[in-house]
T-cell receptor, first 115, second 114 residues
Framework: AQTVTQSQPEMSVQEAETVTLSCTYD???????LFWYKQPPSRQMILVIR??????QNATENRFSVNFQKAAKSFSLKISDSQLGDTAMYFC????????????FGQGTRLTINP | EPEVTQTPSHQVTQMGQEVILRCVPI?????FYWYRQILGQKVEFLVS????????KSEIFDDQFSVERPDGSNFTLKIRSTKLEDSAMYFC????????????FGPGTRLTVL
């Protein structure tokens, strides 16, 4: 079974700073996908960024980028120039390529951006 | 932009009662999911549904739970006899076949069992 671990329950930074959220996972699969989801106070789950395991290049979406280390099974999220609207819970998630492709989530990191 | 919708946004029920949570997935999506999130905890997979049948279910999804796609647009989760520990946020998600494998989530239904 796959597991996802987020070791930082809470983080807090000042607006405009850069912050990195950590995620590690455990799997015996060779082909899979990794995601970061944002859950603001409204509780809606919003996809931030995704990474295909077969791609060596790290995914980037505007201010959001990942550091994907397949051998180390690590998938961190970097938020540059953080904004007040980035305040939310962030969940790392794993999905196998084969099968029903359910998402397996980590415990989440509560990120607060301070003005 | 197409979105997943869920009704009701909040449901309060008495222990032992049946509840039905409703979801309308994005229209061209073929894979459907239910997840739940107990307050303060992580999001947990309940069940996936494809081609009018369950494709995978978790240990949480016992005989008290069932899913149905009654009319080609709605996707429902039924809990036959609710327990206090069923109190949680329930999220529906859907995705298209192939493509980016992104699952689009609905806004959730908060279920409170008294």
């Amino acid at each position: 079974a796959q597991t996802v671990t987020q070791s930082q329950p809470e983080m807090s930074v000042q607006e405009a700073e850069t912050v990195t959220l950590s995620c590690t996972y455990d799997t015996s699969e060779s082909n899979y996908y990794l995601f970061w989801y944002k859950q603001p106070p409204s509780r809606q789950m919003i996809l931030v960024i995704r990474q295909e395991a077969y791609k060596q290049q790290n995914a980037t979406e505007n201010r959001f980028s990942v550091n994907f280390q397949k051998a180390a099974k690590s998938f961190s999220l970097k938020i540059s120039d953080s904004q007040l609207g980035d305040t939310a819970m962030y969940f790392c998630a794993f999905m196998k390529h084969e099968g029903a492709q359910k998402l397996v989530f980590g415990q989440g990191t509560r990120l607060t951006i301070n003005p | 932009e197409p979105e997943v919708t869920q009704t009701p946004s909040h449901q309060v029920t008495q222990m032992g009662q049946e509840v039905i949570l409703r979801c309308v997935p994005i229209s061209n999506h073929l894979y459907f999911y239910w997840y739940r999130q107990i307050l303060g905890q992580k999001v947990e997979f309940l069940v996936s549904f494809y081609n009018n049948e369950i494709s995978e279910k978790s240990e949480i999804f016992d005989d008290q739970f069932s899913v149905e796609r009654p009319d080609g647009s709605n996707f429902t989760l039924k809990i036959r006899s609710t327990k206090l520990e069923d109190s949680a946020m329930y999220f529906c998600a859907s995705r298209e076949a192939g493509g980016s494998y992104e699952q689009f989530f609905g806004p959730g239904t908060r279920l409170t069992v008294l």
